[in-house]
């Protein structure tokens, strides 16, 4: 017999019918370990009056003096270098040694409550304390605050990838990875707890970590209201699983975001702000249904969003146009978005993305009498500089896809059904310019796929007529300053030849402001460089906004 050593304790921490059984006898094939099953149950069972059919037995043949167990079983000496211990996170009740968390090694094991719930009355009716995700939560929060971030597996990327996961898990864990763990003989264990028989007739029968079932248990109705409370928090410890993988394929790494600050936002939907992963619509909402929606962008400069007003009047104007009922008011809107940049202090340098639309659906469909709940108001505010080089300026190419008609759908009517111009910009895209030049039916210059466009020539200058185009805001107030400076300006029928021997061309939008363009379809715009009429008119465009900015809707 070996002599007694002091060991590391490998803590594993789960809810109920997680494959933590399963892990606790892949764990036990090892050469190098000690494994414990839930040494913790009998002081759950005495300190929280659960009932159990074994509980008179536990209680009667385990200790359920937590603390005793704490010090002499969890940590105390042992024969092998480690020790598992498979714990379930609601028998972490209060008043036990701070060292259960402070020492030794933990990992947390999770399963969705869906592939859980259909199969856990078999002796425990179901219940959100008897799920247990919550107490995982807070086991993940409390390591995380000693400065322990605990690793994260999910048992149904250990069913997928059972090698791929558990060499992960060593890696992170410290110790190094053995192929014993991959399998097992079928059977009751040494290890086993007294409450094997109620809950390990099934994996009894496994000899390792079987795949995931291609088709899910239904799940009976009653537990809906369960389900719905578990996977929040299901959810926010998936997300933080060392490898995510998923039933129908492997998901894609994270990409990183244009602004990291960006990843902590809050985002008003509804009625309520919530944090940037959270910020979802339902797929019966209008928006998903047929891109039925309304949307403006503002900018925040100093404090204060700019020409708020003029934008909401557009975006009523939309709404009514597309005929949208229980639309908020002006003064909801504008409360909704002031809270929105106030929680997240955005008060410079700031960008929103402001959609209203037709609101959820009871049922899938086209009709608008489907909609009976209301608009879905969104303020998504994002920390965003210009989007486009206002400096040296930007590149175009004209694409082949054509502006919306008057007589398709009006382009004056703000809409979220943007695929004409997302057509244009792969375009764009593939040609590796900035933005692409979209044509009217008849081939004249309409706009960009996101901007509207002016050229000069011979000192004049000139932009399209807003026929087949948004007539922009931003575009609206550099003709008002073009004027101002005693510039001709004409707004008229431009073809594309026109663009490409112009002397000076600029675009215009609430993301970019007032953006010089140097080259269109190959061919170099004026000397190639930003020219005299396109810096005026930034400077004035900016001039003016700090002028106005005092005038205009204050943040705070």
């Not at 007739?201 to 079932?213: G, I, L, N, Y």
């Not at 399209?464 to 575009?475: E, M, S, V």
Request: aromatic fraction near 8%; proline fraction near 7%.
């Amino acid at each position: 017999m070996e002599d007694k050593q002091e060991v590391e304790v490998i803590h594993s921490w789960s809810a109920p019918r997680s494959l933590s059984t399963s892990l606790m006898y892949s764990f036990s094939q090892r050469d190098d370990i000690e494994v414990l099953d839930e040494p913790l149950y009998a002081h759950f069972l005495r300190v929280t009056g659960a009932e159990r059919p074994y509980r008179d037995e536990v209680l009667l043949k385990m200790d359920s003096d937590g603390n005793r167990v704490v010090e002499e079983m969890i940590f105390g000496p042992g024969e092998k270098r480690y020790r598992f211990c498979k714990h379930i996170g609601k028998q972490r009740v209060p008043g036990l040694s701070s060292d259960l968390m402070k020492k030794g090694k933990h990992f947390i094991l999770i399963r969705n409550p869906l592939n859980i719930l259909p199969s856990f009355d078999k002796v425990v009716p179901p219940s959100f304390l008897e799920l247990g995700l919550a107490e995982l939560v807070s086991i993940y929060s409390e390591l995380s605050d000693l400065g322990t971030v605990p690793p994260i597996i999910d048992a149904e990327d250990l069913q997928q990838d059972p090698e791929a996961v558990l060499r992960g898990l060593c890696e992170d864990l410290g110790i190094p990875f053995q192929p014993a763990v991959l399998k097992w003989e079928a059977g009751p264990k040494p290890v086993d707890g007294l409450w094997a028989p109620w809950w390990y007739k099934s994996v009894h029968k496994s000899t390792c970590f079987k795949a995931v079932k291609e088709y899910p248990t239904p799940l009976p109705p009653s537990l809906y209201d369960l389900l719905e409370e578990s996977l929040p928090f299901y959810n926010m410890l998936r997300k933080k699983t060392r490898r995510t993988c998923s039933v129908i394929g492997p998901s894609l790494p994270l990409p990183p975001l244009p602004v990291p600050a960006n990843d902590k936002i809050l985002v008003w939907v509804g009625n309520e702000i919530v944090p940037r992963d959270s910020a979802k619509v339902s797929v019966f909402d209008s928006v998903v249904q047929g891109g039925d929606a309304v949307w403006e962008g503002l900018r925040v400069y100093s404090g204060r969003v700019f020409k708020l007003d003029e934008h909401l009047d557009r975006l009523s104007d939309s709404a009514k146009a597309l005929a949208f009922v229980n639309v908020p008011t002006r003064e909801e809107i504008k409360k909704a978005i002031f809270i929105t940049l106030i929680s997240n202090g955005m008060f410079e340098n700031a960008h929103i993305r402001l959609t209203l639309t037709r609101g959820k659906k009871v049922t899938s469909g086209m009709s608008p009498a489907f909609n009976l709940y209301g608009c879905t108001l969104i303020v998504l505010a994002e920390w965003k500089p210009p989007v486009y080089d206002n400096t040296s300026g930007v590149t175009l190419v004209t694409a082949t896809t054509r502006r919306n008609s008057p007589n398709n759908l009006d382009s004056k009517i703000h809409h979220n059904n943007l695929l004409n111009n997302i057509l244009a910009k792969v375009e764009g895209n593939l040609a590796k310019a900035d933005d692409a030049i979209m044509l009217d039916k008849d081939g004249y210059v309409s706009e960009t796929n996101a901007t509207n466009i002016f050229l000069v020539k011979k000192g004049n200058v000139l932009t399209p007529h807003a026929d087949y185009c948004l007539p922009g805001i931003t575009r609206a107030t550099v003709m008002e300053l073009v004027v101002k400076e005693n510039l001709v300006l004409q707004e008229r029928r431009i073809s594309l030849s026109e663009f490409h021997t112009a002397d000076e061309v600029w675009t215009t939008g609430t993301m970019g402001e007032l953006t010089p363009v140097i080259m269109i379809d190959g061919r170099v715009v004026g000397n190639g460089k930003v020219g005299p009429i396109t810096r005026a008119s930034a400077e004035c465009l900016q001039e003016h906004d700090s002028r106005i900015r005092c005038s205009h809707s204050h943040v705070y």
